[in-house]
């Protein structure tokens, strides 16, 4: 068990550290900070896994892509207009983010040994969404409409980030995370044809060759709004677990995927916040779902910053007794 945003602002001992930090990339650039906001969950809840406090747009950070973040509005980026500016884009300098490899590092001393330690990325498709519009966007229609008149240049900037995204996961693992998630968090916008190109085909390029250089190392994909494609994509992305979002049918994921295949979630964030007896049943609801094969209880999408802390004391307590 382990919750997507496990180590964010519903923690007072977080909204704390965070107000010391001149930027959001800065919190995120500052080991000894990144560090114990890492660890605040594991301390308070005692989780199965601790997964890395950083951020996906670091990737295109350290390609030379100016990226900061607004209080109130998230990242804002230079967008990426014309295929000039793809071509314009730096090389990827894995030596900007020795911060962050500096925070595993610190992690790694402090992590009790039954704690697993997850690092992880964003995938090609969404880390380029950003990239493309400047901010986030409702439908990610200009990194769509890119694609589309821009095919060759798009084709790049995908190939670049696959490249980049492989390179950024195997530096976590040499500095010791166990496990990697590579979300794609805007997957679900786009329509059969896009998904296999953009979404399907460099997620399967990336696990191949982490398993490849790293065949230990679990690879979780969470594809936000695989919905009826789940059962293909994990015939095609050969993952060791893969995640569910909120929408999707736990029953109806266990019956249409291998025995074998490690499923994680999938649980309401809303659930979770709204607490009490409807939490209890969605967390019955859950692990009855799930019973018999591999799961990782986790929830469908990242917890809310509202979301009390006894809430999450309950769900804790309510997992363990299931």
């Not at 959001?24 to 605040?40: G, H, I, K, N």
């Not at 990737?59 to 990426?80: C, K, N, W, Y």
Request: glycine residues 8%.
């Amino acid at each position: 068990m382990w919750l997507m945003r496990q180590a964010g602002r519903y923690l007072p001992e977080y909204r704390e550290l965070r107000a010391k930090a001149k930027s959001f990339l800065d919190f995120c650039y500052t080991p000894a900070m990144a560090a114990e906001v890492t660890l605040q969950p594991i301390r308070r809840f005692h989780f199965d896994a601790a997964i890395l406090f950083s951020d996906i747009l670091v990737v295109p950070d350290a390609m030379g892509q100016t990226v900061s973040f607004e209080s109130g509005e998230g990242p804002r980026l230079d967008p990426i207009e014309t295929p000039e500016s793809v071509a314009r884009l730096g090389a990827f300098e894995i030596g900007k983010l020795t911060p962050v490899f500096e925070t595993i590092d610190r992690v790694k001393s402090e992590l009790p040994v039954d704690v697993a330690f997850i690092g992880f990325c964003g995938a090609p498709w969404t880390v380029a969404s950003y990239m493309i519009a400047g901010k986030g966007t409702p439908d990610q229609a200009p990194a769509r409409l890119f694609a589309f008149r821009h095919p060759e240049a798009f084709q790049q900037l995908i190939d670049r980030l696959v490249d980049a995204s492989v390179d950024y996961l195997l530096a976590q693992i040499a500095a010791g995370v166990e496990v990697v998630q590579i979300f794609d968090s805007w997957a679900g916008v786009l329509p059969a044809n896009e998904f296999e190109a953009w979404c399907a085909r460099p997620i399967a390029r990336m696990v191949a060759r982490l398993k490849e250089k790293s065949p230990q190392t679990p690879v979780i994909a969470f594809v936000r709004g695989a919905d009826a494609q789940l059962p293909a994509l994990t015939r095609k992305l050969h993952a060791d677990g893969y995640g569910l979002d909120t929408a999707l049918d736990p029953k109806w994921a266990v019956a249409e995927t291998a025995d074998n295949a490690c499923l994680q979630g999938n649980l309401d964030p809303l659930a979770l916040l709204a607490g009490g007896g409807a939490l209890d049943r969605e967390v019955d609801s859950v692990l009855d779902a799930f019973k018999g094969r591999p799961h990782i209880f986790n929830l469908g999408h990242g917890i809310l910053p509202q979301t009390p802390i006894e809430n999450v004391e309950r769900l804790v307590a309510r997992v363990r007794r299931g």
